[in-house]
Each structure stands twice: as structure tokens, then as C-alpha cells.
Antibody
Framework: EVQLVESGGGLVKPGGSLRLSCAAS????????MSWVRQVPGKGLEWVGR??????????DYAAPVKGRFTISRDDSKDTLYLQMNSLKTEDTAVYYC??????????WGQGTLVTVSS | EIVLTQSPGTLSLSPGERATLSCRVS???????LAWYQQKPGQAPRLLIY???SRATGIPDRFSGSGSGTDFTLTISRLEPEDFAVYYC??????????FGQGTKLEIK
């Protein structure tokens, strides 16, 4: 069974940094393309960024609002995905979901971790 | 930038009725690139339909997807109590790579 478990959310001040983790199990993580998707409470879904498998180049892509501030990385030896968030803004407040991708869609989702950016 | 517009914003129906949800895309997209998700309160979204019309693993056959080009539809043939939720369409494009519609809330009438 595929499982994705996010951690690392919390309260951070504007301009601060936070690193989210996503522990994966139930599939071959090293072969997987992974994404982060976020959701402001009570609002819709927004894709944050994606990382390809190392076999496919390991490259990353980001949504415009987070490009240059957020970095996605992976540790295939630990089956773990990361989201490093720097220069956080109040508008980054959201639940952040780790997702396993298949082709062009988000096949499986974690339970999410809440990030609150507030002074 | 491709925009996905879902309608209606809220759909009020009774169990046993048929639900038809629409997703209109601002530019023509390949059917391969269109998916639908269901989200219940307090839960993560769940993939329902991919490739516009293929059901994901474990999804009941009362859920079906159709459409092409710029107009896509999610149909729930006979609503069960557990189907009342928010539904999102999503497409893969160039920039941004992945875009969601704003959602349709399906509520009990």
C-alpha cells in the first residue's frame, strides 16, 4: 500500500524558513516523480513543484509564486522527499501535500501538513 | 496560462440523483492530460479519473468522465451519501505545468 507521510509544518514568521519532509513507502521511491501541492484552508488546490526521478534526470520545476524561494529535493536512500521553503510570505500559509505522480496526474496524496506564516 | 473553470460552483442534489460537473479549459488540451479528484472535509484529495475517462483504482463505476478539447465532464450516475464532497479538475500544461479548477461543491439537497 502506498503511504506518504508529511512532517515539518508549523508556525513561522514572515521571511523565515521551514523544511517539510515526506516519508514514502509501498512503492519504489527512486523511480517515482513526486510533487508538492498546497491548499489554503477552505480554498482550492495549487501545484507547488515537481521533481523527476534521478533516472529521468532528477530535475525540478516550480510554480511561479514559489520559484526562487522553494527547493524540492529527494533522498532516495531514505525514501524521503523534501521541500525547503525560504523567504516565506503570509500567502504561503496552506496545507502542503506530498504527492506521488503517475504520468500527468497526482496518483496518491499524503495527509498534508499545515504551514502558517504569521508574525 | 491555461485556466480551468468549473461549473457550477455548488450543486445541490439528493441521493440517487445524477450529477453532472463541468470543467472548461481556456485552451484545447489533450484528453490524456485531464484528471478529476474528490476531496472530503478534513481529507486529502483522491484521484478519481485520469486521461479524461479512465477510472483510478478502486473507484466505483458510477463515476465516469468524458470530454475532449476544451470541455470535460464528470458524471456520477446515482449519488450515494459518501459522494457529497468537493470535486476538482486538473490539467497538465506548459506553464504552469499543473493547474486545477476552482472546484465544485456537491452538497445534499
Amino acid at each position: 500500500e502506498v503511504q506518504l507521510v508529511e512532517s515539518g509544518g508549523g508556525l513561522v514568521k514572515p521571511g523565515g524558513s521551514l523544511r517539510l519532509s515526506c516519508a514514502a513507502s509501498g512503492f519504489t521511491f527512486s523511480n517515482a516523480w513526486m510533487s508538492w501541492v498546497r491548499q489554503v484552508p477552505g480554498k482550492g488546490l495549487e501545484w507547488v513543484g515537481r521533481i523527476k526521478s534521478k533516472t529521468d534526470g532528477g530535475t525540478t520545476d516550480y510554480a511561479a509564486p514559489v520559484k526562487g524561494r522553494f527547493t524540492i529535493s529527494r533522498d532516495d536512500s531514505k525514501d524521503t522527499l523534501y521541500l525547503q521553503m525560504n523567504s516565506l510570505k503570509t500567502e504561503d500559509t496552506a496545507v502542503y501535500y506530498c504527492t506521488l505522480m503517475r504520468s500527468y496526474y497526482f496518483y496518491c496524496w499524503g495527509q498534508g501538513t499545515l504551514v502558517t506564516v504569521s508574525s | 496560462e491555461i485556466v480551468l473553470t468549473q461549473s457550477p460552483g455548488t450543486l445541490s442534489l439528493s441521493p440517487g440523483e445524477r450529477a453532472t460537473l463541468s470543467c472548461r479549459v481556456s485552451q484545447s488540451v489533450s484528453s490524456s492530460y485531464l484528471a478529476w479528484y474528490q476531496q472530503k472535509p478534513g481529507q486529502a484529495p483522491r484521484l478519481l479519473i485520469y486521461g479524461a475517462s479512465s477510472r483510478a483504482t478502486g473507484i466505483p463505476d458510477r463515476f465516469s468522465g468524458s470530454g475532449s478539447g476544451t470541455d470535460f465532464t464528470l458524471t456520477i450516475s446515482r449519488l450515494e451519501p459518501e459522494d457529497f464532497a468537493v470535486y476538482y479538475c486538473q490539467q497538465y500544461g506548459s506553464s504552469p505545468k499543473y493547474t486545477f479548477g476552482q472546484g465544485t461543491k456537491l452538497e445534499i439537497k
